[in-house]
């Protein structure tokens, strides 16, 4: 019964996310049909990939189609969409393992880093000048 009601969701999610790219497909002006449609495509993966290996944590897949779905429309020329597109990756490396432990080395790394270069350009300026 399980199984049944996890295929018959992710069907669904496939269908209407089909049909929203099959909107852009027939009308490239209608551009934001792939916004629906990523985000409807990306939850049917979550689903299949879960009620194929039960107990596998999949979520992570949302936002890696989110952010492949704001990276097309930044590729198609919305040049606004490379925002989203980013701040996607942010929960998207903080939900993924291997990401996860890349990330408590590489983040506090980088505020060191940014902090040494703040501290070191400031050494250049010299208060008293006019």
Do not use: C
């Not at 852009?24 to 290996?53: H, K, M, T």
């Not at 097309?72 to 606004?80: D, T």
């Amino acid at each position: 019964m399980a199984g049944e009601a996890t295929w018959g969701g992710a069907l669904f999610l496939l269908g209407a996310g089909f049909g929203f790219a099959g909107v852009y497909a027939a009308d490239r002006g209608q551009w934001w049909a792939l916004i629906p449609g990523g985000i409807l495509l990306s939850l049917a993966a979550v689903a299949l990939v879960e009620g194929l290996f039960p107990g596998t944590d999949a979520g992570f897949l949302l936002f890696l189609g989110l952010a492949l779905t704001f990276g097309l429309l930044f590729l198609l020329g919305h040049r606004w969409a490379l925002w989203p597109a980013l701040g996607v990756l942010v929960p998207l490396g903080l939900g993924s393992p291997p990401l996860r432990g890349f990330l408590a080395y590489a983040l506090p790394l980088a505020l060191i880093l940014s902090g040494g270069y703040l501290f070191w350009r400031g050494l250049g300026r010299n208060p008293q000048a006019k």
